[in-house]
């Protein structure tokens, strides 16, 4: 089958293409709306209310109550305060002061008006500071202990404590004198820091030295 050249020629001239695409919007649509499906399916419900109450503390802490009850106790068991009581003592340990009381009682210690295990961090070593002068002389259980202490640290206070009860212990019975006295518990320890001097770092330290 022949076809002739300006066959072919007059057919691929009737055709026309075009470069240029015509832009078409397509739109994606839910058969049901956000606002029908929301109003059909979840029912409208109004949000709960959050309320949020605050109420203040009326009573302090138990540790303020525990304070509170202790200074009575101690108020009730020395009338007319520690001044006016007639076995004291007072010892002295670094810059740290301790006026102690002792009366008849089952061995309590009482510190600033705090239980001594408590106000002494429950330190072994600061607690057997002040249980020698009575374990000594075998009063562990016979003597309540009444102290208030100013200055220093803790270790201090229990050291100024331990002297404080050894001396009141002298006006229950000259006669504890001696084994107080064996135990080194009537003297009074002079030792402090050592003050800084001139030109040194600190009491004795000096600087660095350097030949050149």
């Known amino acids: 089958m022949a076809i002739s050249l300006s066959t072919l020629t007059s057919s691929f001239s009737s055709l026309s293409f075009s470069s240029q695409v015509s832009p078409k919007s397509f739109s994606l649509s839910l058969a049901p709306s956000l606002k029908s499906a929301n109003s059909s ?49 007072t010892g002295r340990r670094k810059c740290a002061i301790a006026r102690v009381v002792i009366q008849e009682g089952t061995g309590k210690f009482i510190i600033n008006y705090r239980d001594a295990k408590e106000y002494l961090q429950g330190n072994p070593l600061w607690l057997q500071y002040i249980k020698i002068p009575l374990a000594t002389l075998g009063y562990e259980t016979s003597y309540d202990v009444f102290v208030k202490a100013h200055g220093g640290g803790l270790s201090g206070q229990a050291q100024a404590i331990s002297l404080g009860i050894a001396r009141a212990l002298l006006k229950v019975s000259e ?28 009491a004795r330290k000096a600087p660095q030295f350097s030949k050149r």
């Open 41 to 89: 399916q979840f029912p409208k419900t109004k949000p709960p209310s959050l309320t949020v109450v605050a109420t203040a503390l009326a009573e302090p802490l138990t540790a303020d109550l525990e304070t509170l009850n202790l200074e009575k106790y101690v108020k009730t068991r020395l009338p007319g305060g520690f001044a006016a009581q007639t076995l004291i003592g």
């Open 175 to 202: 006669d504890h004198r001696k084994p107080l006295r064996k135990e080194g518990l009537l003297t009074r320890d002079a030792r402090i820091v050592e003050r800084k001097k001139p030109g040194l770092k600190k």
